[in-house]
């Protein structure tokens, strides 16, 4: 049997509670129920005069680990969806009144999309294609004019002179995302997902092709209202940097006042299926990856909140819920190889000399939400051309952001393995999201680990007592790896010899370390030091 670990994470350094500052704020989550409103998790969505139009998406939960029964025709979105969040009101349009090709890419789900003034272009996507009998990622980058929809559907009346669709294989993309720096479009990451999803492997049972991008294509779009082309199209290929999937890329003001872009986490790490930690800077002039940072609290896709603070020169990122290798239980980080579904809302800042860190917010989600969700910005927020909410021109005390809508509700942590479909479903549940200015009262929590430049991960994939213990180093140097037991007796103490730069991993067979029981494993260098408590489960 596979053991499984669950980590509980302490750092040694730099652990504090941060007072409030100047500039600081707190953010409240209110829920707001509209009726009638189905659950739909993994869409796209525009957004025209308050008013939104949802496309694609799941209306199920987490997908089935079983062939047959993962990412189904029954879950399927097959309608076009237009909320009114402030009227709590909802129209719908079935997409059968398309054209096939566009009811398949618009039916299917992780698609990448940006909205441009009132086009909102989305490209690829994963779903089954009728026309090909086979569960494909979708050649396709659609466009649709937003307000023209929306008329359209309230009013009962035809969209299909406000749909457009161009094929072209550079499109066949799936979990990554579409964003914009000034004039270029970026498609970053993700994978082409050809098949049924198999958690055995592509060679078990009906099999499939899986093949990650490991790139940013850019690009331009030249569209006349009738005609679709690309422009300019280029290649940026790095595994290291881009072999990410179901994840957050999140539009920035960098520390240079340059608009640009930031990749955080996301799976899978190609030496195990664990997430990434670290996170890659992405400008007009290229991309750079941040390995003395590490993000441990949200990991895969969420609702995410930018905001940038001219006076301070920072950069605030807020992730609400969703899933994570780790999550924060009484002060304690644990971390769950299984990945489960958390409640943490948490906070990533950049300051003024370009350094991240990570902080737990004190409040939370209101239960195991935030996987698949968005949140959408309320008309008249002040933002940056990119989107960046204008922290510093939110005058009043309390602001109204957005509502964070869908996503994935989930009634326990882990429920992959025993998934029958009723554990997890689409949340139709909104969210009214505000903003506190010049509050005294928040204290958010330093993660200690997410700078400390390590970057530590403990894991097992063995039923063999194999530890594994991953590791960055900014510099080479000598490493300790001590392992202690609950009685705090050592039972493996190594100092690995001149260790190189960058990333490393030390991989032993422990025969010493027993299911059901603890251990303590810590890492030091010269430079810094991290004791993560591991329990191994029967």
């Known amino acids: 049997m596979i053991k499984k670990l669950l980590l509980i994470t302490y750092s040694f350094l730099f652990v504090n509670w941060l007072q409030a500052q100047p500039g600081a704020f ?6 707001v129920a509209i009726s009638g409103l189905a659950g739909i998790q993994s869409f796209a969505y525009g957004q025209a005069e308050g008013k939104w139009l949802i496309v694609g998406g799941r209306t199920d939960g987490l997908h089935r680990r079983q062939p047959f029964a993962a990412f189904n025709e029954n879950g399927k979105n097959t309608e076009l969806i237009v909320i009114d969040p402030v009227g ?22 992780n698609m990448q999309f940006q909205q441009q003034a009132d086009i909102l272009y989305i490209a690829g996507g994963y779903g089954y294609s009728a026309s090909m009998d086979e569960h494909i990622t979708f050649g396709k980058l659609a466009a649709i004019d937003v307000s ?42 993700g994978q082409k997902f050809t098949g ?58 960098l520390t240079n ?16 299926d664990i997430p990434f930690l670290n996170s890659v800077d992405i400008d007009n002039d290229g991309y750079s990856i941040n390995n003395s940072f590490a993000q441990y609290y949200n990991h895969y896709h969420c609702a995410v909140l930018p905001m940038y603070s001219q006076h301070r020169n920072e950069m605030h990122n807020i992730f609400f819920g969703g899933i994570a290798h780790y999550y924060d239980s009484s002060g304690t980080m644990v971390q769950n190889s299984d990945v489960p579904f958390v409640k943490s809302i948490s906070r990533v800042t950049r300051d003024n000399s370009g350094k991240l860190a990570e902080y737990k917010l004190p409040v939370s989600m209101p239960s195991l939400l935030g996987a698949g969700s968005e949140l959408i910005l309320f008309p008249g927020i002040p933002q940056y051309p990119n989107e960046v909410i204008k922290f510093d021109s939110l005058t009043n005390d309390t602001t109204l952001i957005g509502h964070i809508f869908g996503g994935i509700s989930s009634k326990i942590p882990n429920v992959f ?6 554990e997890s479903k ?34 097992s994939n063995t039923p063999d007592a194999i530890l594994s213990v991953k590791y960055f180093l900014s510099v080479s140097t000598d490493v300790e790896l001590q392992i202690r037991d609950a009685n705090k007796k050592i039972i493996k103490n190594v100092i690995l010899k001149r260790q190189a730069k960058g990333e490393n991993t030390f991989h032993k067979n422990i025969p010493t370390l027993k299911g059901g029981k603890q251990y303590w494993v810590t890492l030091k260098t010269a430079f810094a030091q991290s004791t993560q408590k591991i329990i191994i489960e029967p």
């Open 26 to 31: 707190e953010i409240v989550v209110e829920p």
């Open 88 to 109: 709590k009101k909802k129209w719908t349009a079935p997409l059968s009144a398309l054209s096939v090709s566009l009811q398949e890419q618009l039916g299917s789900t």
């Open 148 to 189: 023209k929809t929306i008329n359209a559907i309230i009013n009962n009346e035809s969209v299909t002179d406000f749909i457009r669709q161009i094929t072209d294989e550079k499109f066949a993309v799936t979990g990554g995302h579409l964003n914009k720096i000034y004039d270029t479009y970026y498609l970053v990451g």
């Open 196 to 253: 049924l999803y198999n958690p055995m492997g592509p060679n078990h049972g009906p099999g499939f092709v899986q093949q990650y991008t490991d790139q940013i294509r850019k690009f331009g779009i030249k569209d006349d209202g009738v005609n679709i082309s690309i422009t300019d199209y280029q290649l940026i290929t790095d595994s290291l940097a881009f072999h990410r999937r179901d994840y957050n890329v999140i539009p920035q003001i």
């Open 257 to 272: 006042g340059k608009e640009g872009l930031t990749v955080f986490s996301g799976v899978f790490q190609t030496v195990a």
């Open 417 to 422: 393995w025993v998934n029958t479909g009723k």
């Open 426 to 459: 689409a949340s139709n549940q909104l969210f009214k999201v505000y903003l506190i200015k010049n509050t005294e009262k928040q204290k958010d929590k330093l993660n200690a680990q997410s700078n400390n430049g390590l970057q530590m991960q403990v894991y």
